[in-house]
C-alpha cells in the first residue's frame, strides 16, 4: 500500500485531493473491488483498476471505525484517515511549522487496533474482532485555487497510543432524566487530543510509512529505512519504530 502511494505522490507531486483526504484514498486504492458503506447499506462502486494489488477495499459510513479497510489474500488492515490544512507559508515553500500540532480524535481513541462493527455482509465474522490499524495522515494546501496533497504519511496506531485497554474503555455517555419533565438526555461526547505526526520535525513534508517492522527494507527493495525513532511510555518502557521512504 504505502510503495503504491508513495510511487504516486513521486510521479505526481502534489495532485488534487478533491472532497476528502478519505474519498481520494479510497478511489486511488487498486482494488479488484471497490465497497462503500450508508445507512441504506454497502454498494459496489464501478472503478476501474487495470491492475489490482488488492482485492477489495471498503469505504465505511461516517460513525464506523476505521474509516478504510483494505483486503489482501484473506487478510484486512484498517485505514484511519485525518487530514490537515497546511499554512500559506509552508505551501509557499517558506518553511515554518506546516499546521496544527495536534490531531483531534471525536469520541474513539487511537490506536494499533480497532474491533470491527461494520455492516458488511462478507464481513460478517469479523464483527467484534480487532482489525490492525494504520492512520492515513494527509497535509493538503491550497494550491492553484484548489486543495492539493502535500504530505502523506501512514502510520502504525501503535506509534499514536498502544494501549488497547484504555482504547476499549473510553466511551461516551449518555444519560437521560434530563430538563423539566425528565425526557431529555445529555450525551456527552468525548474529545482526544494527540501530537501530530506531520509536525514532527522528522517527518515534515515527506511521504512515509512508520511502523514497528524493521526488517522491510529486506522484504521490499523499493523501501529504504531512514530513520528510527523510539517512543517511551512515563514509566520508562521504550517501543522503538522504523521510518521508511522509497528508495
Not at 511549522?97 to 465474522?125: A, L, M, W
Not at 531512514?226 to 517512543?231: E, G, I, P, Q
Request: net charge positive; charged share 25%; proline share 6%.
Amino acid at each position: 500500500m504505502f510503495i503504491y502511494l508513495a510511487t504516486l505522490m513521486r510521479g505526481s507531486p502534489r495532485p488534487p485531493m478533491g472532497d476528502s483526504f478519505e474519498e481520494w484514498l479510497f478511489w486511488n486504492v487498486p482494488a479488484r473491488e471497490h465497497h462503500r458503506s450508508s445507512r441504506q447499506g454497502v454498494a459496489r462502486m464501478e472503478i476501474p483498476c487495470k491492475h489490482p494489488l488488492f482485492d477489495l477495499v471498503l469505504w465505511q459510513s461516517l460513525l464506523e471505525h476505521p474509516d478504510l479497510l483494505v483486503e489482501k489474500d484473506g487478510c484486512r488492515l484498517g485505514l484511519e484517515c485525518k487530514s490537515l490544512a497546511a499554512s500559506p507559508d509552508f505551501v509557499a515553500g517558506r518553511g515554518g511549522v506546516p499546521c496544527r500540532t495536534t490531531i483531534d480524535f471525536n469520541s474513539t481513541v487511537p490506536c494499533g487496533q480497532e474491533r470491527y462493527k461494520g455492516k458488511f455482509h462478507r464481513y460478517v465474522s469479523l464483527r467484534g474482532q480487532p482489525v490492525r490499524v494504520f492512520y492515513a495522515l494527509g497535509l493538503y494546501g491550497e494550491v492553484e485555487n484548489e486543495a492539493r496533497l502535500l504530505s502523506i504519511l501512514l502510520v502504525d496506531g501503535n506509534y499514536l497510543n498502544r494501549d488497547y485497554t484504555l482504547h476499549q474503555k473510553h466511551r461516551n455517555i449518555s444519560r437521560g432524566g434530563f430538563g423539566s419533565y425528565g425526557d431529555g438526555r445529555i450525551r456527552e461526547r468525548k474529545m482526544y487530543i494527540f501530537p501530530n505526526p506531520l509536525t514532527d520535525v522528522d517527518l515534515i513534508g515527506s511521504v512515509s510509512l512508520v511502523t514497528e517492522a524493521k526488517d522491510l527494507a529486506q522484504k521490499f527493495r523499493r523501501l529504504a529505512l531512514a530513520l528510527s525513532k523510539v517512543r517511551s511510555t512515563p514509566e520508562g518502557q521504550q517501543y522503538p519504530f522504523y521510518v521508511y521512504r522509497l528508495t
